[in-house]
């Protein structure tokens, strides 16, 4: 496919699990469906992984969320342990 790289990813029937496949090749993805009726989900991902969770210009990101139909975030532990001291 021209050079092309391309990812295969096992269906799930989870959708948290789906997603976790889809943001592959990050590792150590933990998925929390926010609101399973509007298809949100938060992604939070170890500090090393962000970049590989989203992509370059936020590709895989994107594309995680055509391929599961969700509203995908991505966060960092950190970033979510720090919002949650502040509440």
Do not use: W
């Amino acid at each position: 496919m021209n050079g092309e790289k391309v990812d295969l990813i096992l269906y799930q029937e989870d959708p948290s699990e789906f997603i976790k496949e889809a943001l592959s090749p990050a590792k150590g993805v933990i998925v929390n469906i926010l609101d399973p009726m509007k298809k949100e989900a938060l992604a939070i991902v170890p500090n090393d992984q962000l970049s590989l969770a989203i992509g370059k210009k936020g590709s895989n990101i994107k594309l995680a969320s055509r391929l599961t139909k969700y509203k995908i975030e991505v966060k960092t532990l950190e970033q979510v342990t720090l919002e949650g001291n502040q509440a």
